[in-house]
Each structure stands twice: as C-alpha cells, then as structure tokens.
C-alpha cells in the first residue's frame, strides 16, 4: 500500500512538474513571438523612415536610360520606390485615341499604346505589379512634336531595365552601407513611444496580459533618448528574454532588447490555480487516509499483543488457584487425612486462600467490562476519606507483614468529605498499594498522606519501589499495560487495575498524576473535589 501511496504522489508530482514546463514553454515561446514581430516593425519602420528622408533629398532621381524618339532625346527616370518595380519589355505604337491605355500583359512583357494627336507632348506611365496600392512610378519625360510626323515603335530592351535597377540597388546599398555605419544614428531610431507601444501591442496580440519591463542592453554609451522603461533593473534575477535589434543590417550591432516579467512565475502557476490546489488536496487526503490506516493497524497490532498478554497471564492467575485448590481437595478425601481434623482445616484454609485469590481476578476481569462500558453505577454518598483509608489500610497491612514491609500514615486534610461511591474508592486505594507492593521487592516503604487543596482534597501514595522512566508514565494508564515486559509471570496482574483507578476517579470528577523516578521509587497524587 505504501508503494502505491508513493506512487500516486509522484505521479501527481510528475504531472504538476510536466504541466508548469509546458505553461512555461508556451509563454517563452509567446515572447519570443512577440519580440519577432516588435523587431521586424522597428526595422520596416527604419528602412521607411531611410527612404523618406532621402526621398525628400531627391538622392535617389537618377537618369540614366536615353530614348530616341524622331531624333528627340528623352529619358526614363525613377519618381519613388516602395515597392518592387516591373521589369519586362515596353513598346510603345500609334492609337487613335488621345491617352495611353491597357493592352495586354504577360510575365515577360507589358505593352502599352498611345498616340499625340495634335498634343505637343505624350506623357507615357507605368505602374508596378501591385495596381491597387503601387506608389512606384516610372516616367517618361515629354519630348517635342513635329508636324508631319509620325510615332515610331520604341522598344525599352529587358536589359536597360535590368541595367538600371542594378544601378539603383548599388546606389540601394551604398546608402545602407553609410546608415549602418553611423552607429548614433542608428540608436536615435529607437525611439521610447514606438517600441513601447510596439510591445504592448505584439504582447497584447499573444494574449500576454501581465506587466513587464524593458530596456537596450549595449556596449555603446547611451545617448539622451530614454530607451527603457521606469523600472527596469538590468541586475535582477528574473528570467529575461533578448533580441537582437536590426539583426539584417551589414554590420551587426551590439544593441539588444531585453524584456523581462516581474510576475512571469505567478503568471505561470495562475493557470494551474485549479488543478494544482484540487491535486494537492486529494493527494493530502490519499496521505492522511493511509497515514490513519497505518496507525489503526498499529494500533490493532498492539491491542492484539496485550490481549495475547492478558490471556496469557490470566490463564496462569487462574490455573495456579484451580490446581491449588484441586489438590487440596484430593487430599482431603486422602483416608490417611480424612479422620485428622488438623490437616482437613489447613486444607479448607488452602482452598478458601486460592478462592478468593480466583474471585480477585474475575472481579478484574469484570472491571475490564466495566472500563469497556464506562458505566460504573456509582451510588455516590458523602463519606468520610480518613475513615475510608484506614479500613483499606487495614485490609493491606497483612501483606505487607509478610514482605517486611512499613505502611505509614499522615492525614493532614481539614476538608476530608466527598461524594463518592464506598466499593470503588476502596478498589482505588486497594489498587494503588497493591501497585505499590508489587513494585517494591522486598521490605517496602509505603507511606499515605493527606492535605487540603483548592476545592479539593489531596491523597498521595508513595512507595520506594523500582520507579518508573518518562515514557513508561505516559503509559502507565493505559489497558494492560504493565512495566514488567518479557516474562509475564514475574508481575501478577493483568495490566488494568491504574487504568481502572483512572477511570472512578474521572467518574469522581477528580483526577490522578504519578510522579516517579527510576530507582528511586513513585508517587500517585490523587485530587477529589471535597465536600463540606
């Protein structure tokens, strides 16, 4: 049972581990996500902002490709580039309408028709690909018309075009080139706003909902710009999540996002509130069960044991004065003893020695039942505690007589009157200096005292008996238990008689303590509430 109770909790415990590693693997790879995405706009953002500036500066408004019409120069030039320019052949021929038009596409070519008319100039456009949204243009300049005239078929060759956007990607790249060595220039493009707002949307996008901090971890020194945010901290030990920014540039930098959760590991288990608690709580209540089923059976396995003891000692307390008293008999009825008056009253004497030796234990017996049922019909009276103990006193002194023995008494108690029950108080004094007798060898010392106390009267038993050690008077009040293990037959009793003055004196609404040391012999002190 054990093993399967061991079993239970380490799957438990294997599944909450399995199920937190796969809480935080989800969550890593939602940051890593979302600081993908943060990295990717930052860097979309810069080229875009690269190529307004220089669009404004018109760095990029080259000609480079001439075209002859009727001997009159003319040019194809770029306008603006942000997106990917069509490459193919262009013919342009005569039509009798007025504007340039649509005729057919391919992959390879575009045809475009167009005439003058009576204009003095034709301006030919092209759009990108993308129609919908294209903001690049290529142009071609107006050039003159002479009367008489006809438009020949100008054809743009694949190559030129080719050719020119060769150039603008070198001119691309140069541009780059110098930007991304201007390493000041290129930590002022971080700016605070947009990378907060581009975490918390991307953050806010990977349903991440918990506060974070952020901040640019460089071997650069900082510039002016704030690039952090208020509480980030670079020396904490939380778990921290980095990126490289611009990681597409020529020359990479140095420059780092760093993000971190302050409540990253709450966030974590919060998701497991649930499950975790519900486990921990069946589990809890698997371990108390078991923890209760292995003290029942502890529990049992001793009960069984002082049951063994008891009927073992009881079998011995009662053979000893059956057999005693059958041998007398067969004596009696001996012809050599039956007509000697002498031996017959010896024997008679045996028999009623050994017959109210045997009446002791039944009457132990009996209290067993008693102690089981917790009903002891006291018939409770006001009696008189000094005159109580002198008639026990009395019932004793011939045993102790016989083991040389001193019985002493010192009645000192005022309030000496309780409500008690006259057969079981007596059985209480007689069990305690039997108790007494049994555990003081020979020659004992008994000694019987009594003073008032609060509400109460105070009688003390002390012997100078074999004592006791601490964990044998935590016990000394139990159901069969008795000091003397091992040889069952060197301690008569059955183990019940303390635990039977344990239970009158709680019935007398008093109670009992022992105080004892080993070799030095034991005190019981018993406390009944007095009665004026």
Not at 174 to 200: A, G, P, Q, T, W
Not at 362 to 391: A, C, P, T, Y
Not at 489 to 495: A, C, I, L, V
């Amino acid at each position: 049972m054990s093993i399967a109770l061991s079993g239970i909790i380490t799957v438990q415990l294997l599944w909450i581990r399995n199920a937190i590693e796969q809480n935080e693997h989800k969550f890593d790879q939602k940051v890593n996500d979302a600081l993908l995405m943060v990295i990717k706009k930052l860097e979309h953002n810069e080229i875009a902002h690269v190529f307004e500036n220089e669009m404004d500066n018109n760095k990029l408004l080259h000609r480079d490709v001439n075209i002859s019409i009727n001997g009159q120069a003319d040019s194809l030039f770029i306008v603006s580039i942000n997106d990917t320019l069509v490459q193919e052949l262009i013919v342009l021929n005569e039509n009798p309408k007025n504007r340039l038009h649509w005729v057919s596409s391919d992959e390879n070519t575009l045809f475009i028709n167009g005439s003058h008319k009576n204009t003095r100039s034709i301006t030919t456009q092209i759009k990108t690909k993308n129609n919908s949204k294209a903001k690049s243009y290529i142009f071609t300049s107006s050039y003159s018309y002479q009367k008489g005239d006809t438009l020949n078929r100008i054809l743009i060759e694949k190559k030129k075009i080719k050719t020119k956007a060769k150039k603008i990607e070198n001119v691309i790249k140069k541009m780059v080139f110098e930007y991304d060595m201007d390493i000041n220039r290129f930590r002022k493009r971080i700016k605070f706003e947009l990378l907060d707002s581009l975490l918390k949307l991307e953050l806010t996008e990977n349903d991440i909902h918990i506060s974070y901090e952020y901040g640019i971890k460089s071997k650069q020194k900082q510039d002016e710009n704030k690039t952090e945010s208020d509480n980030y901290s670079p020396d904490n030990s939380y778990k921290k999540y980095y990126a490289s920014l611009f990681p597409d540039d020529l020359i990479p930098k140095p420059d780092k996002l760093v993000l971190y959760f302050p409540d990253r590991e709450s966030h974590l288990y919060s998701s497991l509130s649930i499950m975790l608690p519900a486990s921990l709580f069946f589990s809890l209540i698997i371990l108390v069960a078991f923890s209760i089923s292995v003290l029942m059976v502890l529990k049992q396995k001793k009960i069984s044991d002082v049951k063994t003891d008891f009927i073992n000692n009881m079998t011995h307390e009662l053979k000893t004065p059956i057999a005693t008293i059958s041998l007398a008999a067969d004596s009696i009825i001996n012809p050599k003893v039956i007509n000697n008056p002498n031996k017959i009253n010896n024997f008679i004497r045996i028999i009623k020695d050994e017959n109210t030796r045997m009446n002791k234990q039944v009457e132990s017996v009996l209290q067993m039942s008693l102690l089981d049922k917790s009903d002891f019909g006291l018939n409770l009276k006001k009696l008189d505690i000094h005159i109580l103990l002198e008639n026990a006193i009395e019932n004793t002194g011939i045993q102790i007589d016989k083991k040389n023995g001193q019985l002493s008494t010192d009645l000192r108690a005022k309030k000496h009157f309780a409500m008690l029950d006259e057969i079981h108080f007596l059985n209480i004094i007689n069990n305690l200096l039997d108790n007494s007798l049994k555990y003081s060898g020979q020659n004992p010392v008994i000694k019987i005292k009594t003073r008032d106390a609060q509400n109460s009267i105070l009688i003390s038993v002390e012997d100078n008996g074999i004592g006791m050690t601490k964990e044998e008077q935590l016990k000394i009040f139990d159901r069969f238990y008795r000091v003397t293990k091992g040889n069952i037959h060197n301690t008569k009793g059955f183990g019940l008689g303390l635990s039977y003055v344990k239970a009158i004196i709680d019935a007398f609404k008093g109670n009992i303590s022992v105080k004892s040391e080993l070799g030095k012999g034991s005190r019981f002190d018993v406390f009944i509430p007095s009665k004026m």
